[in-house]
């Protein structure tokens, strides 16, 4: 009976062990695409996760060369993004490449759950000229039309509405050097997908730091430059950091309107020694024009943390807020006024009484 115990036991550690295993590694690829003759300009992997349950993930992607840890939780029923740029979705980890950078033709890609090999897909055949992505389907891999971040479809008339959708997204993206000098100028390149024929302006920035974009003369971070962008596919700017950061951020919107058309972030070392580190005072540059209220809040945001003692910051009021400031000075003036009259004639009484 005890070793009948021992067993049972044993046997529903080893059930609930191997259940465990086969949960996490029902995570599959989903679709690779190989080159960068896509709409997003990069390569990506996408992973999907069958189960109802949220599954969190640690293991390792690459190619036959080289690969690369990854943590991340999946939503269930969802697929998930391995990428460069992760400025398109929000379900995706940035890695630098995909192992060694993956190649259109002769590649494979391996996922590894801890250090085990979960799943891989080899593939001969060049997609690069025809745009297309591998993608599982039915138990079967087929080049397709990439499908980027939603179920897959190959030559169907949903897979079209897919394109269609992907096709209409407005997105950016940043080329750069990853290492910039502080105080020094330094040329990015903007690109844009998708736009209407209209007026965009333009920001960019190092997130959390000082920094100036050029504009017919150099302009704060926070600045953006109006009616930049009209139908360009890509637009050069130039900036400089200031001070130390970590974050390159890119954003876009329609001339004339307030909200965010996109955005981009990407990572960046910026090279600054205490030396080097800019001590004067921040110089507002203004077009002329009123900052709108997202600019505002975004300016406080970027005061947070610094010593605003040495800032010299101009604070403008309504005329009805002066008036009303004046008002409280006149009244409390009159009032010290009608308090020494009061003081006085008790004074003068008392001379009397004397």
Not at 43 to 65: H, Q, R
């Amino acid at each position: 009976m005890l070793l009948w115990r021992e067993n049972s036991r044993n046997l529903a550690l080893i059930f609930l062990f191997f259940a465990c295993m086969n949960l996490a590694s029902s995570i599959r690829i989903n679709e690779i695409m190989p080159h960068t003759s896509n709409f997003l300009g990069q390569e990506w992997v996408e992973l999907y996760n069958p189960e109802d349950e949220d599954l969190e993930f640690a293991g390792k992607i690459g190619d036959k060369v080289s690969n690369d840890s990854i943590n991340f939780i999946i939503a269930g029923k969802s697929f998930f993004i391995i990428a460069k740029n992760c400025s398109m979705t929000s379900n995706c980890l940035e890695i630098s490449s995909i192992g060694s950078g993956l190649n259109d033709e002769q590649e494979n890609v391996y996922l590894y759950e801890n250090d085990s090999l979960l799943t891989f897909f080899s593939w001969n055949t060049n997609l690069k000229s025809s745009g297309k992505s591998w993608q599982f389907i039915g138990g079967e891999w087929k080049d397709c039309l990439p499908s980027f971040n939603s179920e897959n479809f190959c030559n169907t008339a949903s897979q079209e509405k897919t394109d269609e959708k992907i096709a209409e997204k407005l997105m950016i993206k940043l080329e750069y050097n990853n290492e910039i000098e502080c105080n020094k100028e330094a040329e990015v390149e903007l690109n844009l997908y998708n736009l209407k024929d209209i007026d965009y302006d333009a920001k960019i920035y190092i997130e959390n730091a000082k920094s100036e974009i050029y504009d017919g003369g150099w302009k704060s971070g926070n600045y953006y430059v109006n009616a930049a962008i009209n139908g360009e596919s890509s637009k050069k700017f130039k900036i400089k950091a200031k001070e130390n950061g970590n974050k390159i951020i890119a954003k876009i919107r329609e001339t004339g309107k307030t909200s965010i058309a996109a955005e981009y972030s990407g990572s960046i070392e910026i090279n600054c020694d205490e030396s080097e580190l800019d001590e004067e005072n921040e110089t507002e540059n203004f077009s002329g024009e009123a900052p709108s209220e997202n600019e505002l809040k975004e300016e406080a945001i970027y005061l947070q943390g610094k010593d605003i003692k040495t800032q010299k910051i101009a604070v403008y009021e309504s005329k009805n807020k002066i008036i009303k400031q004046y008002a409280i000075i006149g009244f409390s003036g009159f009032c010290i006024l009608v308090l020494i009259l009061i003081i006085l004639k008790k004074h003068d009484k008392s001379d009397d009484y004397n």
